[in-house]
């Protein structure tokens, strides 16, 4: 039972893992006995598994993600909605939700009930939420945790220091709905910091610091 | 009138441009390259300058051809209308459209294209200096423009062409050597899984070169596969602690 590769290492597609076929996690396969890597990402040592992390990667959805998506066209039994990248989500008729009414270019937040070969089903239940207005942005799938931060720290951090509310979905898109324009944006940038420098250290610091200038910078210039 | 054309490989075992006859011309791969892409990936190989862009999983059009359990992979192999010395027109030529075919084989056999059930991968070559070998520069170029997307894969593809030049067996043969050499044979692997993913064979070996030919391709697949795994290291380097949830 050997391992050739340590915790945090950068590993491309086909590079040997191990010889123990049991250690087989994400993103990796198992041929002739011997584990290999998928893509190209870091490795993450966790519960006798070897998982790799990609380091870019196209969502690839899971039962019980949320995630934000268009609504791209409404079919007799079903709408179905952009979820970005390759992905058309299928919603069916809102018979639980009777007052919502849902139209082309609609933005909505759920999350998904089954994915599979048929295609990815969202779920039309109580879950469901329209987003009115506010602004949406689109990110890297695999920056999501890093937005979302330890149980949701980084989220919140967003929404106090800007007074926003935030729709995070796992697809890489991200609805911030706050009290004015300026705000919204200063949330935007925020996440455009994130996205680019999460790898440096004191992130969280940096993120509160510039939301902090920013919010009261804006609203400066609003009153004017 | 016969102009006395000067000799491919010296006395001394060297070839044209001073090279060894196992040695190939310096070799550059750089992942990442183009902003607009989701994957890419630039090799320089001697004169000869490639760039590959990976747009994908998207959705494939037309939609007929969309498969219910996998993806579909597109490649488009092109040279640049100024890649070669006398202007190419810039359509895509017959022979364009083979070379983009066996490179598209040669990787669906290493993308794990079931993860993506109803979609498509595009995959564009584009050659901006032709200087020989191009086709398998491509093929080098377009499995790091792929791994930098995200894709999974068995296995990188790493491929070179080998060829014999007055009898002798060189590898990574150049514009001058291929033309006037009596062989070429591009061969692409699989270099961890050490399958053979494209193999051509233009002119003749016999079995006993064929197999030195072969193990010559193989060391330089090496090679090459050392220089895209660097390139991808480099490329993610960056982004290492990004990860933490």
Not at chain 1, 19 to 44: C, E, F, P, W
Not at chain 1, 52 to 70: C, F, Q
Not at chain 1, 73 to 95: F, M, N, Q
Not at chain 1, 191 to 200: N, T, Y
Request: overall charge neutral; charged content about 25%.
């Amino acid at each position: 039972m050997t391992v050739y590769v340590r915790e945090r290492e950068i590993v491309v597609p086909g590079q040997t893992l191990s010889d123990d076929s049991r250690m087989s996690g994400l993103n990796t396969y198992v041929h002739q006995g011997k584990v290999y890597s998928a893509v190209a990402g870091i490795v993450q040592l966790k519960h006798s598994l070897i998982n790799v992390l990609p380091a870019k990667s196209p969502y690839r959805p899971s039962e019980s993600d949320h995630v934000l998506g268009i609504i791209t066209d409404i079919k007799p039994s079903h709408y179905e909605v952009d979820l970005g990248w390759h992905l058309i989500g299928i919603l069916k008729a809102l018979r639980r939700r009777p007052k919502m009414r849902l139209h082309i270019g609609d933005v909505i937040y759920t999350s998904v009930k089954h994915s599979g070969i048929r295609g990815v089903f969202l779920d039309s239940g109580e879950k469901l939420v329209r987003v009115e207005r506010g602004l949406l942005i689109r990110v890297s799938p695999v920056k999501i945790p890093r937005i979302v931060g330890k149980k949701g720290s980084m989220v919140s951090l967003l929404s106090n220091e800007s007074g926003c509310r935030l729709y995070v979905g796992r697809n890489g898109l991200i609805a911030v709905v706050g009290p004015s324009p300026e705000r919204e944006f200063a949330v935007a940038s925020a996440i455009r910091i994130i996205d680019e420098e999460s790898h440096v250290p004191g992130l969280t610091e940096r993120v509160a610091s510039h939301l902090r200038k920013r919010v009261l910078g804006g609203e400066i210039v609003g009153e004017e | 009138m016969e102009k006395s054309e000067s000799k491919l490989i010296t006395e001394g075992g060297r070839r044209i441009d001073g090279r060894a006859l196992d040695e190939m011309r310096p070799l550059r791969i750089e992942a990442g390259v183009l902003d607009k892409s989701d994957g890419s990936a630039y090799i320089e190989m001697g004169k000869t300058k490639i760039y590959a862009a990976v747009y994908g999983p998207r959705e494939a059009h037309p939609r007929h051809l969309a498969q219910p359990h996998k993806a579909i992979l597109n490649c488009r192999y092109h040279m640049a209308s100024f890649s070669v010395e006398q202007r190419k027109a810039p359509g895509m030529t017959r022979r364009e459209v083979e070379l983009s075919k066996v490179i598209r084989e040669a990787l669906e056999s290493v993308v794990l294209l079931e993860e993506f059930p109803r979609s498509a991968i595009d995959i564009f070559i584009e050659v901006i200096q032709a200087d020989a070998g191009t086709r398998t520069a491509g093929l080098d170029a377009a499995a790091v423009a792929l791994a930098d997307a995200g894709i999974p894969m068995l296995d990188l593809c790493s491929a070179v062409a080998v060829g014999k030049v007055e009898g002798r067996i060189v590898l990574d043969p150049s514009e001058e050597e291929d033309k006037r050499g009596e062989a070429d044979m591009p061969v692409g692997m699989a270099p961890r899984l050490g399958s053979i993913v494209l193999l051509q064979l233009n002119g003749r070996l016999s079995s006993e070169e064929f197999l030195e030919a072969l193990e010559l391709a193989r060391k330089g697949i090496n090679i090459i596969y050392e220089l895209q795994r660097k390139a991808l290291s480099k490329r993610f380097s960056s982004v290492v602690s990004s990860q933490e949830e």
